[in-house]
Nanobody, 125 residues
Framework: EVQLQASGGGLVQTGGSLRLSCVVS????????IAWFRQAPGKDRKEIAC?????????AVADFMGDRFAISSDSAKSTVWLQMNSLEPEDTAVYYC?????????????????WGKGTQVTVSS
């Protein structure tokens, strides 16, 4: 059974940092693309960053939020992290990690079909 467990959310002041963790199980870590998404109240879900494997077997990452957010991973720990810096109230959302069994190369352009429960991040002004 594929499982993704996100943690590390909480309440932080503007300008602060948080590091979210996503521990995965039920599949070989490098076989699936893994991504972080977030969804703020009343807004659409948005992809933040992702990681996958290239055709030559190296790790590929993509960050979609500029240089404030960065994804990293450790296959030995079956864990993906999202480092978030210079947080702003607009970053308040539920953050989810997700995995895709459809994306075979890289981490974009496909459906993410496994989802964790999410962790709440609240940034106070």
């Amino acid at each position: 059974e594929v499982q993704l467990q996100a943690s590390g959310g909480g309440l932080v002041q503007t300008g602060g940092s948080l590091r979210l963790s996503c521990v995965v199980s039920g599949f070989t870590f490098d076989d699936y693309a893994i991504a972080w998404f977030r969804q703020a109240p009343g807004k659409d879900r948005k992809e933040i960053a992702c990681r996958g494997i290239t055709s030559d077997g190296s790790t590929a990452v993509a960050d979609f939020m500029g240089d404030r957010f960065a994804i990293s991973s450790d296959s030995a720990k079956s864990t993906v992290w999202l480092q978030m810096n210079s947080l702003e109230p607009e970053d308040t959302a539920v953050y989810y990690c997700a995995a895709s069994s459809y994306i075979k190369v890289g981490c974009s352009g496909g459906l993410y079909n496994y989802w964790g429960k999410g962790t709440q991040v609240t940034v106070s002004s």
